[in-house]
C-alpha cells in the first residue's frame, strides 16, 4: 500500500500540475458564456429577474417552447443554412483554385497577389458597409441569397486562400513533379492529389468558415431587410427589441443556433487525422 | 526502350549558369551514373532529362526525338525520386495503378501490370497497404514499381538509396541492379556516392560544377583518371597526391625520388602531382620511409595514415603486419601503378584513353 502512495506521489509532477491548472482555468473562462446560456435559457423571466448568474431553482422549458412555434424559427434557419453553405461552397472553390496557382504555379506577380489576398484579411468589413450597399441597391442585390453570399465569400476567401496556400506549400514538391510525370495536369493534380492530403485544413476551413457566416450579424440585418430572408442570428436578435428585454428567451434561441456549429464542429473533429502526410516521403 | 542523346545542354537559373554545355550519349539499355559533389549539376541535368528543368540552350534526345520542348508525361519516362514521392492517401496498387489510369489503359491490363511489378519486387503481400505501412526499403520498392509499371523508355533514379540505412542501401543496390539486368531499360542514375557510381554503372559521367570531367567505365575511370578531380573522387580511400617535380626516370617528393612511368622522362623538371592509390603502396626495402600515425585495421585489411615529409599518405594492406605508430617503414608503389598530373592544370600526363576515345571534350 505505501508503495503505490509513494508512486501515486511520485507520478505528481508539479510542472504537469501546473499546466493542467493554466488549461483547466482557461476551459473554464471559455465555458463560462456556454454555461451562462443554457442555464439562463432554463429560466423564466420572473425567476432571472432576481437570479442573473446562479442556476435555475426551477428550470422550464417555455422559451424553448416559444422560440420553435412562436418564431419563424426554422425559416431563419433554413436562410442561414443557404447563406453558409453557399458562401462556404464557393469561397472554398475559390480559394482552393487560388491557393494552388499561388503555391506551384510560376507566374508573374505571384508573390503580389498573395501579399494582396492576406492583407485583406485585416479590412474589416464595416468600412465596406456604405460603398457595397450603394452598389448593391444599384445593382438590385439587396435582399437576395446570391448578393449576401457573394459578400460573405468574399470576406471569408482571402483567410482561406492564406491557410489553403501555406498548407499547399507543406506538400513536398516530388509528389507534385511525381503526378506531373505520371500524366496528370494541374486541375487533375489538384483534385486526385492535394485536396485529399489537404483534408484537415479543408475541414478547419469549412468550419471556421461556416461559423463566421452563421454567427454573422452586421451583413444580414444590413444586406437582408426583407423579413422572408432573416437569418437565425438577426432573428434571435429581434427577440429583444420586439418583446423587449426576454434575455432567457434570446438564450433559448441562442442554445438552437449554436447547436449545428457544434454539431459540425464535433463530426468533423474527428477527420482531423494526424499523420496523414506520414509515409509519402522517407 | 530508347537511347538518349545529351547535346551541348545548358542550363541557367536567371543570370547564374548551372550546367555548361554537356553532351553525354547514352545507349540503348545502357545504366548510366552521374555523379559529382553536391552542386555539381548532376540533379539538375537528370531533371532536365525528366521534363522538370526547362532545358535553356542545348537539345535532349529520347530515342530519335527532341523532347526539349514535350512534358514529362510525353517523354515516357519514369522517376523514381530520393524521398519516393509516394502518394500518401492511395495504397501501394493505386500508386502503381495511377500513371496508368490516366492513360486510360483497361483494367485488366493495368491489374496484370501491377501483380507483375509486385511480384519482380516482392511486393504482393502489401498492395493495399498504406505507404506510412510500409519500410523505408518497402517504400523504395513501391517508388520502383510505380515505375515499371508504365514501362517507360527510360528510367531517372535521383539519389533513390540516399535516405536508407547502410546495410538497407548495399542490398537495394544489388536489387535495381538485377533489376536493370532483368528489364534491360536504359536507366539514368544521379548519386554522390561513388561506390554506388562504380558497383552500378556501366558508364560513369563525373561532374563538377556543372561541367563533365570524364566519363567511361567504372574501372577506366578507376585506372586511368583524366584528372586530380576524377583521381580523387573515385575511389576509396582516396587516391594519395603527392607535389613532387619530375627528375630523369623518377620523380622527386619530399627529398626522395619516387618510381614514375616509363614516359616519365619527357617531363623532366616539370612539376607535377604524383598519384598513387592506397592499394598499390606496398612495403619494400628499396621504398621510401615513412612515418606511422594511425592504424585502423578493419579485419579483411588494415588502413594506415603515414607520415612522408610534410605530407599524409594513406596505405591499405590486405595482408596483416605489426604496425605500430610512431614507427617508420618503408613502402613505395606496386608496379607501374602511379599516375601523373600536370600541377598547375590537374590534367593526367602521358598518354592517356581519354585521346583515343575523344568523348571527354567539354
Not at chain 1, 489576398?117 to 442585390?141: C, E, H, K, N, R
Not at chain 2, 519482380?120 to 523505408?136: A, E, M, V
Not at chain 2, 561532374?207 to 583521381?231: C, H, K, M, S, W
Not at chain 2, 623518377?250 to 598519384?275: E, F, I, K, Q, T
Request: with cysteine.
Amino acid at each position: 500500500m505505501a508503495g503505490s502512495e509513494t508512486g501515486f506521489l511520485a507520478r505528481v509532477r508539479p510542472d504537469l500540475a501546473l499546466k493542467h491548472g493554466v488549461l483547466g482555468v482557461a476551459v473554464l473562462i471559455a465555458l463560462a458564456p456556454t454555461v451562462f446560456m443554457v442555464l439562463t435559457s432554463l429560466k423564466s423571466e420572473e425567476e432571472y429577474t432576481f437570479n442573473k448568474v446562479g442556476p435555475p431553482a426551477a428550470p422550464v422549458l417555455d422559451h424553448y417552447r416559444s422560440v420553435l412555434f412562436a418564431s419563424d424559427f426554422f425559416a431563419w434557419m433554413g436562410n442561414s443554412l443557404v447563406l453558409a453553405a453557399g458562401a462556404v461552397a464557393l469561397s472554398t472553390a475559390v480559394s482552393c483554385l487560388g491557393a494552388y496557382a499561388i503555391a506551384r504555379m510560376q507566374f508573374a506577380g505571384r508573390g503580389l497577389l498573395f501579399s494582396v489576398s492576406t492583407s485583406l484579411m485585416a479590412v474589416p468589413p464595416v468600412v465596406m458597409i456604405v460603398p457595397l450597399f450603394v452598389l448593391y441597391a444599384q445593382l438590385d442585390l439587396i435582399s437576395t441569397y446570391h448578393g449576401a453570399i457573394l459578400i460573405y465569400a468574399g470576406l471569408i476567401t482571402p483567410f482561406s486562400v492564406y491557410l489553403l496556400t501555406t498548407f499547399f506549400r507543406t506538400i513536398p514538391r516530388e509528389l507534385f513533379e511525381s503526378a506531373r510525370i505520371d500524366g496528370a495536369g494541374d486541375l487533375r493534380i489538384l483534385v486526385r492529389i492535394v485536396l485529399p492530403l489537404s483534408l484537415p485544413a479543408l475541414l478547419t476551413l469549412v468550419v471556421v468558415n461556416a461559423l463566421y457566416v452563421w454567427n454573422d450579424l452586421l451583413i444580414a440585418i444590413i444586406f437582408l431587410q426583407d423579413d422572408a430572408k432573416r437569418t437565425l442570428m438577426a432573428g434571435i436578435s429581434v427577440f429583444q427589441g420586439r418583446y423587449g428585454d426576454q434575455i432567457p428567451l434570446t438564450m433559448a434561441g441562442m442554445v438552437f443556433a449554436s447547436a449545428p456549429m457544434v454539431i459540425l464542429y464535433i463530426a468533423f473533429q474527428k477527420h482531423y487525422i494526424s499523420g496523414l502526410m506520414a509515409g509519402s516521403i522517407k | 526502350m530508347a537511347q538518349v542523346a545529351i547535346r551541348n545542354v545548358v542550363k541557367a537559373f536567371e543570370a547564374v549558369r548551372v550546367i555548361h554545355g554537356v553532351s553525354v550519349d547514352i545507349a540503348d539499355g545502357e545504366f548510366v551514373v552521374l555523379v559529382g559533389p553536391s552542386g555539381c549539376g548532376k540533379s539538375t541535368l537528370l531533371r532536365m532529362v525528366a521534363g522538370l528543368e526547362s532545358v535553356t540552350s542545348g537539345a535532349i534526345a529520347i530515342g530519335d526525338k527532341v523532347v526539349n520542348h514535350l512534358s514529362p508525361a510525353e517523354r515516357d519516362i519514369a522517376m523514381v525520386f530520393q524521398n519516393y514521392a509516394l502518394y500518401p492517401h492511395k495504397t501501394v496498387r493505386q500508386n502503381m495503378a495511377f500513371a496508368l489510369k490516366l492513360r486510360r489503359i483497361d483494367k485488366a491490363e493495368i491489374n496484370h501490370r501491377v501483380a507483375r511489378a509486385a511480384e519482380i519486387l516482392g511486393l504482393t503481400p502489401y498492395l493495399d497497404r498504406y505507404p506510412r505501412q510500409l519500410s523505408g526499403g518497402q517504400r523504395q520498392r513501391v517508388a520502383m514499381g510505380r515505375a515499371i509499371v508504365r514501362n517507360p523508355q527510360v528510367f531517372l533514379f535521383d539519389e533513390p538509396l540516399s535516405n536508407l540505412d547502410a546495410k538497407l542501401r548495399v542490398q537495394m543496390r544489388t536489387e535495381i541492379k538485377e533489376l536493370h539486368q532483368r528489364l534491360q531499360t536504359t536507366t539514368i542514375y544521379v548519386t554522390h556516392d561513388q561506390v554506388e557510381a562504380m558497383t552500378m554503372a556501366d558508364k560513369i559521367v563525373v561532374l563538377q560544377e556543372g561541367r563533365i570531367e570524364q566519363i567511361g567505365a567504372p574501372l577506366d575511370l578507376y585506372d586511368r583518371p583524366v584528372n586530380t578531380f576524377v583521381a580523387g573522387f573515385i575511389g576509396s580511400p582516396a587516391m594519395n597526391m603527392l607535389d613532387g617535380v619530375v627528375d630523369g626516370v623518377g620523380v622527386r617528393v619530399s627529398g626522395a625520388l619516387l618510381p614514375a612511368p616509363a614516359d616519365a622522362h619527357r617531363n623532366s623538371g616539370r612539376r607535377v602531382v604524383y598519384g598513387v592509390r592506397p592499394e598499390h603502396l606496398e612495403l619494400a626495402d628499396d621504398g621510401f620511409e615513412a612515418r606511422i600515425a594511425v592504424v585502423e585495421p578493419t579485419g579483411s585489411e588494415t588502413m594506415v595514415f603515414l607520415r612522408f615529409g610534410e605530407a599524409e599518405i594513406v596505405a591499405l594492406f590486405r595482408e596483416r603486419h605489426d604496425f605500430r605508430p610512431g614507427a617508420t617503414i618503408r613502402i613505395k608503389p606496386r608496379g607501374a601503378n602511379v599516375h601523373l598530373f600536370d600541377a598547375g592544370s590537374g590534367a593526367r600526363l602521358g598518354v592517356s584513353r581519354r585521346s583515343e576515345e575523344g568523348a571527354e571534350a567539354c
